[in-house]
């Protein structure tokens, strides 16, 4: 097997790679729990959420999560969870873009919006940020999220003069076997997910302040998965490269 770069070289993430990142987010909030320690250290991030709209109109009953979070009859989620959104993007100093598709819980029979449909909008906002990478979620378990990956994936070929990673899904990372699943079938595609090393804010201060930005999210988040717990072990953001196989190392995504 040959290599093209030394090793020391591998997994290693420069400055400039991301000077203008932009972070795909299925809901209003992912970003910032998958990557709020990387968006503290590298401010003027652009943050694209892809179910940032309202349904035609709530449903009765109410679903369970927005009954976890508090909200009440005739309230408006979704307004609320903008504000609470803008509020976590402020701390970080992230510049957020609303795609405006409608969440699949609200939609009729659950059925989540299509990549194939959302992938051309994306592919626009992805052209006006000009940004010098891409970081979209594994997409792991949530219709929604795996919906945002699979459009993200779409559209990753229109951008090769950039840098793509992925990030891992706080909370669906943990159920067991998910986050191998998704990195198998990337690299059975011949797209081999590598861990790398970008620079982030080594305390998470700042990220939690962002993330108590988001108080009704978090009654529902902690109330499924703790998450507060969660955030405040010592485990790192991890991203993951995606590129093509180092070259002569190919035949490996065929042995099974």
Known sequence: MTHEQPLRHWGRVDDATLARALIVSPHLDDAVLGCGQLMSAHPGTTVVTVFTGNPDEYPTPMRLWDEQSGFAPGDDVMEVRRHEDAAALAVLGARPVHLGYVE????????PVAPEVIAPVLAEAIEDAGPSCVIIPFGLANPDHDATHRAAMLVRDRFTDISWFCYEDMGYKHIPGMLAWRVARLFRAGIWPTPALPLTDGSIATKMRAVRCYPTQLRALDDDWRITDMLAAPAP????????????????????
């Not at 991890?238 to 590129?243: G, P, T």
């Not at 180092?246 to 042995?255: M, R």
């Open 104 to 111: 699949h819980t609200y939609l009729p029979g659950d059925r």
């Open 237 to 256: 953001e991890q991203l993951w490269e995606l590129n093509a196989p180092p070259a002569g190392w190919e035949s490996l995504s065929e042995i099974s």
